[in-house]
């Protein structure tokens, strides 16, 4: 079946620029998580959605920072105001919902878009 | 503060050599571990994970690692590695045990090259 997509795969912009990049999960995966990853590290939680609401917003760096998910699936990361420091490539993942046992299910990881602030 | 650290940040090997990459966290509460591959322009994957019971777990491609609770540590292991193994590996853990905690926190990844 189909895995996460993520688009654009890239996006360059200007500093100061609105940008927005889109996810969507795996059909039927009701958790949804978007990491950022910066050259040489691994990957860096930033929100993490069970359905509608967001369940953990605590990895979001600053206001410029927000993420919706308004009918339980597709996700959107908008950015704000954008700066050379947010290049990186943000990656989307999904999972079914939690069944209780945390980390039970696995995460299904996106191919990433990769976001270059000029 | 780094919660997961992997020392091996780049390791080259050559075909049919065992494989040993470090992973320590540093947590004194109850964790869940995994490791994730990123083959070369793929997604990344679950290679396998720990979550309670059998300290020794086994994953796919022949893949397996150890929880070792007193060193706060979940070394990856492969008796014989192959040239298709050539990847960028990442230990993971979520760190406590609240219900709803699906938080992966990453290392910074293992570059991993096998020499035909």
């Known amino acids: 079946g189909a895995g996460v997509s993520q688009t654009p795969s890239n996006k360059v912009t200007e500093k100061g620029k609105y940008v927005e990049l889109r996810c969507d999960p795996i059909?039927?995966?009701?958790?949804l998580y978007w990491y950022r990853q910066s050259l040489g590290q691994g990957p860096e939680f930033l929100i993490y959605f069970q359905g509608t609401g967001a369940a953990d917003d605590s990895g979001l760096p600053n206001d410029r920072f927000f993420a919706v998910r308004p009918e339980g699936s597709v996700s959107t990361l908008k950015i704000q105001r954008t700066e050379r420091g947010d290049s990186a490539v943000y990656l989307c993942?999904?999972?079914?919902?939690?069944?209780?046992?945390?980390?039970?299910?696995?995460?299904?990881f996106g191919p990433g878009t990769r976001l270059l602030v000029l | 503060a780094q919660s997961v650290s992997q020392h091996n940040h780049h390791v080259i090997l050559s075909e049919a050599a065992s494989l040993e990459l470090g992973c320590n966290y540093s947590y004194g509460g109850t964790v869940n571990l995994f490791w994730y591959v990123q083959y070369p322009g793929q997604h990344l994957q679950l290679l396998l994970k720990y979550l309670s019971g059998d300290p020794l777990v086994k994953g796919i491609k022949g893949f397996e690692a150890e929880f070792i609770k007193s060193k706060f540590s979940f070394n990856l292991r492969k008796p014989s590695v192959q040239w298709s193994d050539t990847a960028e590996y990442f230990c993971a853990v979520i760190l406590g045990s609240n219900f709803g905690n699906e938080k992966l926190t990453f290392g910074t990844g293992t570059r991993l090259t096998i020499i035909p």
């Open positions: 059909s039927g995966h009701t958790a």
């Open positions: 993942a999904s999972s079914l919902k939690p069944s209780g046992r945390y980390g039970q299910e696995t995460q299904y």
